[in-house]
């Protein structure tokens, strides 16, 4: 979006979507984002602590089993881990029509990882934990006046962590 030279005073980001970007990625979008905001801007992300919920309820369930829906079994399968990005690889198989599956690499982000992130490239950070879900389930992060000092494109080169990867 910084690309349209477009300016906004509210970015939203919901759907607990965050574990869909690294933190290599999220520096990035982030950068995106808070260029693309008004100075007095506003970033509005609902999230879920996903680093308390693997304290609380485990990780060791290398194989999880969602609920039935819309006529699907999904089976959930831990099957690899990249330190580089920190993400965990899962694939995702449908019981009832196997040859449908998608593999996912996610990043599991806690609220404060999150949250000390935006404070990067905002001013002022507030979180408000969203009533009537589990404890420590679901919250929203706001991200106030975007500081504008990193910007998008200074992320157009990857680090030498990953260029050395394809030499």
């Not at 694939?91 to 990882?113: E, F, Q, S």
């Not at 949250?115 to 905002?122: K, N, P, T, V, Y």
Request: charged fraction near 25%; glycine fraction near 6%.
């Amino acid at each position: 979006m910084h690309n349209r030279g477009e300016e906004y005073d509210i970015a939203l980001m919901w759907g607990s979507s965050s574990p869909h970007f690294n933190p290599w990625d999220m520096n990035k979008l982030m950068a995106s984002i808070s260029h693309t905001l008004s100075d007095n801007g506003l970033l509005v992300m609902q999230e879920a602590d996903r680093f308390y919920n693997i304290i609380v309820r485990g990780y060791r369930d290398i194989i999880y089993v969602e609920e039935e829906y819309e006529n699907k079994i999904v089976l959930d399968v831990f099957t690899g881990y990249d330190p580089l990005r920190g993400t965990c690889r899962r694939r995702v198989i449908n019981l009832k029509n196997p040859d449908k599956t998608a593999t996912m690499d996610l990043y599991y982000w806690n609220i404060a990882g999150l949250a000390a992130l935006l404070w990067i490239f905002f001013k002022d950070i507030d979180i408000i934990e969203i009533p009537g879900h589990a404890p420590r389930a679901k919250y929203i992060i706001l991200a106030h006046k975007p500081r504008k000092g990193v910007k998008p494109e200074d992320f157009n080169e990857p680090p030498y962590v990953f260029r050395k990867l394809e030499l």
